[in-house]
Each structure stands twice: as C-alpha cells, then as structure tokens.
C-alpha cells in the first residue's frame, strides 16, 4: 500500500472545530425531520458511508449481508498489509546486506594492493557472497512487488465497491424503508434545553439567556467527540493499512478534549452533574438547600474570578509570543489557553443565575414553586 504524509493543516483544525458542530446541529435537525416521516434517513446513510464505509458500517445499517463482504474484505487487507510490510523490512534489510558485501570487497581490493596475505581469498569469498545477496535481493523484490499488487487488488476493489454503494444508495434506502417502520420514538439527544420544562423553567430573563448560552455551549462541544471518531479512525486506518501513523492526530484530540471540559462546565453545571459531597444537603428542605447554596457560593465566586484572570493572563502571554507545542506538528496554543477564561465565564454567569434563583426561592419559595407548576405557558 502506498504511504500517506498527509499533516493535519493548522487553519483546518480550527475552522473544523468551529465549522463541524453548527454542521452537525443543522444534520441532527434534518435527520431528525427525516426520521419523521421515514425510518431510514439518505444523509445519515451517507454520513456513515463516509466514515465506516471501509468495515461496512452503512450496510449494517441498512441491515445487509453485503456488509460482511466489507468486514471481509478489510480484514483481507490488514492481513496482507502485514505481509506487505515484512516484505518492505526484507527489502530494506536485503539492499543492507548488497551493501555491506560491497563494502567488503573494497576493503579486500584495499587489501590486496597493500600486499596483505589472505586478501585474494577474501576478495572471492566477498564477490561470491555479493552474488548471493544479489540473488537473494531478486527473490525479495519478486516477494514485495507480489504482496504490493495484492494490496492494490483488493484496496481498488474495496474502492468499487464503496463507489457503487455510492450510486445506489438513493436507491437501497427506499427499498429497505419500504419495509421498515417509522420509530414511535427518537433516540436520546442532548439539547439546548430537552429536560423537563417544569424543572428547566426560569422565571427571570437573565436566567432564561444564561441558560440558553449555556446549553448552546454544551451542545456545540459535544459534537466535538464526533470529530475524535474521524480523527481515530483516520489514524487506525493511517497506521495499520498504509503504515503511516501520525504524529499530530493525538495531540490534537487531546487537546480538543481539554477545552471540552473546560467550556462544558457552565453546561454542566446548569444539569446539576458536578460532583458535590451532598451527604446532609440531600435532607435539607428546598429552601434550606437555597439558602446553604447562598453561603456556599462565596467559594465558588472566589474560585471563577481567580480562574478567569489567571486564565486571561496566560492567554494573554501565550498570544504575544505565538506560544506552539513543542511536537512537530507545532499547534497554536493561544486558543486553547483562551479556552480557560470562556470556561471559567460561562461558569461565573451560570453560577450568577443559580444564585439569583437560589435567593428568589429563599425569600419567596411559594411564588417560585407556582411559577414552576404554572411551566413556560405560566
């Protein structure tokens, strides 16, 4: 198999984690629209066309045989890949060997002319052994060059067969929708606001605009673990079917999951998932628990201011001297430590909206509870 050098650009790394998620928020949408109408969705048969088409992954979802001729047929591969590759190491160790062999029939011709004794002898054991090698090498070539063509047999075939599926799939989507029922429900997403009305409901605006920047903010770096599946996969696919692993697909997803976490936190926050010790909280009345929240947020003020500055200050300095990783790759680190600052923003207002409702439920809990009964409509 050919090898492949391809280095992941810096400008597409970034415009892809700002360009994907508003992508896949519009492609959620429309499959979901789909799915409403059809069980089967032609985008999504696409979409997984694209990104496992290798292992027959939109014949599995269109719940073919022909995907185990994929399945198959990639393991056909891989299999070959590693004969591939021993063979490229005997080649390599083959033309050493030529080498080495002419090498020592120079130092025998050194030796001969400086009249050393034995040096005849070793000059024909040399040529002899060079002619073995020579012999060796042909039968090394012959053995690649068979394994080469192989690979380039069945990876051309796998081709065709991925065009193909291609041309028909408008085509095997409404066959097989013509026998699949539409779904009562769908699957589990995670939205902007899909938990129940009741419990999400703010009665202030500032609340309500809080949590909504919040819940775009969670749900559009989610979609960031959609973008390590293609990355991951590229990289297997790099590595153990062309022999070209990368040196940037690591670094890069490492480092996309960090400012994850960081700007999912005002999200997470918002569902009430960090972790707390709620041993004696849990048995507090609701405004017992608002009021506990009231003087706890002291800390958690000090703390985001503290996160926010020290993280601006390192964003700062990182992006006055164009701060890069010190890999090959050479990543920009500036946007990653801006990441820290955006984290610890969208933490400090979603904690200023939870302190607002926490100080509306302990003053006045009877209006806050009949807002919440009365929902949005309300």
């Not at 030529?98 to 001969?112: F, G, P, Q, S, Y």
């Not at 819940?215 to 989610?222: D, H, L, N, T």
Request: with cysteine; net charge neutral.
């Amino acid at each position: 198999m050919p090898e492949i050098s391809f280095v992941l650009p810096h400008w597409l790394y970034w415009s892809g984690l700002v360009l994907f998620p508003l992508l896949a928020m519009l492609f959620f949408r429309r499959v979901r629209h789909e799915q409403a109408t059809q069980p089967l969705s032609l985008t999504l048969g696409y979409f997984l066309l694209v990104a496992g088409g290798f292992i027959g992954v939109h014949r599995l979802y269109l719940k073919s045989f022909w995907a185990f001729a994929f399945i198959g047929l990639f393991s056909s591969i891989l299999f070959i890949n590693v004969e591939v590759r021993e063979a490229r190491d005997n080649l390599s160790g083959a033309h050493n060997d030529i080498k080495l062999a002419e090498l020592k029939i120079v130092r025998a011709e050194r030796a001969i002319k400086k009249g050393r004794k034995n040096a005849e002898q070793r000059l024909i054991q040399a040529k002899g052994n060079l002619a073995d090698v020579k012999s060796s090498l042909l039968q090394v070539e012959e053995n690649s060059h068979r394994w080469s063509r192989t690979a380039e047999l069945l990876s051309g075939g796998m081709l065709l067969l991925l065009l193909m599926d291609a041309i028909l799939m408008p085509k095997l989507i409404r066959k097989r929708n013509s026998f699949e029922q539409v779904p009562t429900e769908e699957g589990f997403h995670c939205p902007t606001a899909e938990k129940n009305q009741k419990e999400t409901y703010e009665p202030f605006f500032i609340n309500r605009t809080i949590s909504h920047i919040n819940g775009f903010a969670g749900e559009f770096v989610a979609y960031w673990s959609v973008i390590a599946v293609f990355v991951y996969y590229y990289e297997v696919i790099a590595r153990y079917v062309f022999n070209s692993p990368t040196n940037w697909a690591h670094e890069s997803m490492f480092l996309m999951f960090g400012m994850q976490y960081l700007i999912a936190g005002g999200f997470v926050l918002r569902e009430g998932a960090h972790v707390r010790v709620d041993v004696i909280y849990n048995y507090l009345p609701k405004r017992g628990k608002a009021i506990v929240d009231v003087l706890t947020s002291i800390f958690f003020f000090i703390f985001m201011c503290t996160l926010l500055v020290t993280g601006w200050t390192f964003f700062y300095d990182s992006y006055e001297v164009n701060e890069v990783s010190i890999s090959e790759w050479g990543i920009q680190y500036w946007p990653i430590k801006l990441a820290l600052s955006l984290g610890a923003l969208l933490l400090l207002i979603q904690g200023l909206a939870q302190l607002i409702r926490d100080i509306t439920v302990a003053l006045k809990p009877s209006v806050t509870s009949l807002a919440n009964e009365a929902g949005p409509e309300g």
